[in-house]
Structures are given as C-alpha cells and as structure tokens.
C-alpha cells in the first residue's frame, strides 16, 4: 500500500464503524487518527451509559481497549485490556470490526478487574 493509502482504508473503516455503532444503538464521542504516528488512531463510544476508549497503536499494532463507568467528562479509564491486532496490512476486516463490536457490548459486570 501507498502511504496515501492507510488513511483512506482508515476512513472507510470508520465509516463501517459508525454504521455498526448506529445499529446498536452507540454514540461515537470522539475520534482521532494521526498518519505520523504510523496510522494510530483513538475512539470512544457510549454504549449503555457506559464509556469505552478503543486505541490502535500502529507502531506496535496492538489494540487497546478501555472502560470507564463515568457518565460525564472527563472520563477516567480504569481498566484496559490488550487485544491483538486486528488489522491486515493497514486494513480492518470485517471480522475485526465485529471483534470490535463484541469489546463495545461486553458488560460492566465482564469489564477487567477494577473497572466497574
């Protein structure tokens, strides 16, 4: 892939992202990516009332996903969990996107230790 590449497969991911999000029904909060940081990218989503951060570190690919029980800014995530990467040279399945999904809907009570 061209470097002009990864962020248009970015978008179309979170184009994807936000669809499966309005089917839930879940609230996309915020969202950033940066290409000089190898195509990471962060987002959080209310789902139920609860606020989950999803981070993919591009350097390392790794997904980290993160919970808070704050109802209202600024939140505090307490728990973070390690996933692997879900990506295929730059580009999210949609299988990774239904993973992601599933890490969204876990919840509270299935949150890491010292979250809830």
Do not use: C
């Amino acid at each position: 892939m061209k470097a002009q590449d990864y962020p248009i497969a970015h978008f179309e991911f979170l184009s994807k992202l936000t669809n499966a999000l309005d089917e839930l029904p879940a609230q996309l909060l915020e969202h950033s990516y940066n290409s000089e940081h190898f195509g990471s990218w962060t987002f959080s989503v209310r789902y139920k009332g609860n606020v989950v951060r999803v981070s993919f570190d591009g350097r390392d690919q790794v997904i980290y996903v993160a919970y808070s029980s704050d109802r209202k800014p600024p939140y505090q995530f307490i728990a973070e969990l390690q996933a692997e990467s879900l990506e295929d040279d730059g580009v999210f399945s949609n299988s990774a996107l239904e993973t992601l999904i599933e890490y969204i809907k876990l919840p509270s009570s299935n949150w890491p230790a010292g979250a809830a």
